[in-house]
């Protein structure tokens, strides 16, 4: 969390949010309203703030990690575009940015992010997986490393399988991979394993993967432990042999 988002969340007099994300917060003032909702009721609780802000309340919205990625920053726009309410007109709204998954996985284990690379959802709740599967293939021929989030849950425990099915037909079986699980959090562990070594049984919506293009080098440090970067720098692919 950044000072920024520590500082907006103090001063604020209500507190918009998923459960989890609210709590993950950490410790609110015995005098600020919290209005926690189901993870999937986005939308509402964009209205619920922007309502709440309106009145003249200085509201909150919580996310996880960035709120411009894949999270609630894209709702409450998406609320204000869509829906006409003249009370929302005099809200004056601020996003307040934080540190996505992605930069924090790679941050303990190097710099797999240090070229050009790309952020896909594997959840297919707004979106068809078809389109998740063409842009994993797209992403692959364009080498481009790949950070991948909500890539697993009880309910859809085959999408990461035959993402992972793709990387494997068209990348070295030795790519690095890094697997992030509650990075930032009290339990937070980090894995630096191959492609060919994934294990998808112990990948869930918790577990953010980096999957390095074909220039992602692993390196020992002098403690044993290992760096992960991608150089910033391609080879001309284009030059004569």
């Known amino acids: 969390m950044t000072p920024a988002a520590r500082y907006a969340l103090d001063s604020a007099e209500d507190i918009v949010g998923y459960t989890t994300y609210v709590r993950l917060a950490g410790a609110l003032r015995p005098e600020q309203r919290v209005h926690a909702s189901d993870n999937r009721q986005e939308l509402e609780r964009a209205r619920t703030a922007l309502d709440l802000a309106a009145s003249g309340r200085r509201v909150v919205v919580v996310s996880s990690g ?9 709702a409450v726009l998406e609320v204000l575009d869509q829906e006409a309410n003249p009370a929302w007109d005099a809200v004056s709204l601020d996003i307040v940015p934080g540190l996505t ?7 303990r284990v190097g710099a797999p992010l240090g070229h050009d690379f790309c952020v896909l ?9 078809a389109l998740i599967e063409r842009r994993i293939e797209y992403a692959i021929a364009a080498d481009l490393v790949l950070a991948l989030y909500n890539p697993g849950s009880q309910a859809r425990p085959w999408q990461i399988k035959r993402a992972l099915e793709l990387l494997l037909q068209l990348r070295a079986p030795t790519t690095p991979v890094v697997l992030g699980r509650d990075v930032g959090r009290v339990d937070e562990t980090t894995q630096i394993v191959t492609l060919a070594e994934v294990n ?3 990948i869930d919506m918790r577990t953010t993967l980096i999957i390095g293009s074909s220039q992602t080098r692993r390196f020992t440090r002098a403690d044993g432990e290992a760096w992960v970067y991608t150089p910033r720098c391609y080879p001309d692919l284009t030059a004569d042999a």
């Open 200 to 202: 998808p049984e112990q």
């Open 121 to 129: 959802s594997l959840s297919d709740n707004l979106k068809p997986w």
């Open 66 to 74: 960035d709120p411009g990625i894949f999270a609630m920053a894209s």
């Open 101 to 107: 998954a992605a930069q924090v996985v790679a941050s």
